[in-house]
C-alpha cells in the first residue's frame, strides 16, 4: 500500500522550500511555480495513475464479472480500467479494494491542493515584484 502521509509531507516541504526561495528572490524566481508544478504535479499524477492501475488489476482477480460490467475504454498495461464510486466499492466488500478508493480520494485531494498551491505560488511572485 502506498503511504499518503508520506506524499503530503514531500508536497508541503517542496511547497514551503519553493516559497522560501521565491521570497528569498533566488535567480529565476518568477519560473518557480511553473518548474513547481511542471515537477510535482506529473509525479503525483504517475501516482495516482498507479494506483488506478492496481485497482483495476484487483478487480480483474477477484471480481472478473464485475470487472466486465464496469471496465472503460481506458486501457492499463494489465487490462481495462474500470470506474468505480463508493457504492460499487461497498457492494463488493473487499477490504484492498476499499483502501485503494480511500487512497485515490486521497491521491485526487492532493492533486487540488498541488493545483492551488501553484495559484499562490504565483500570486506570491506577483506580489514580491
Known amino acids: ?9 514531500s508536497f508541503l516541504s517542496v511547497t514551503i522550500i519553493t516559497g522560501l526561495l521565491i521570497i528569498l528572490k533566488v535567480p529565476y524566481f518568477n519560473f ?12 503525483y499524477i504517475t ?17 472478473p464479472e464485475f470487472y466486465e460490467k464496469h471496465k472503460t475504454f481506458t486501457s492499463s498495461f494489465e487490462g481495462k480500467m474500470i470506474s468505480l464510486d463508493k457504492s460499487d466499492v461497498l457492494k463488493l466488500n473487499d477490504k484492498l479494494l476499499l483502501e485503494y478508493h480511500y487512497e485515490t480520494k486521497k491521491l485526487i485531494a ?3 491542493y498541488i493545483f492551488l498551491s501553484i495559484f499562490m505560488l504565483t500570486i506570491l511572485i506577483i506580489v514580491i515584484k
Not at 518557480?32 to 509525479?43: A, D, K, Q, V
Open 47 to 63: 501516482k495516482l495513475l498507479n494506483l488506478a492501475f492496481k485497482m483495476s488489476s484487483h478487480v480483474k482477480k477477484k471480481h
Open 110 to 112: 492532493l492533486l487540488f
Open 32 to 43: 518557480l511555480s511553473l518548474i513547481y508544478g511542471f515537477i510535482l504535479y506529473p509525479f
Open 1 to 9: 500500500m502506498m503511504n499518503i502521509r508520506n506524499l503530503y509531507i
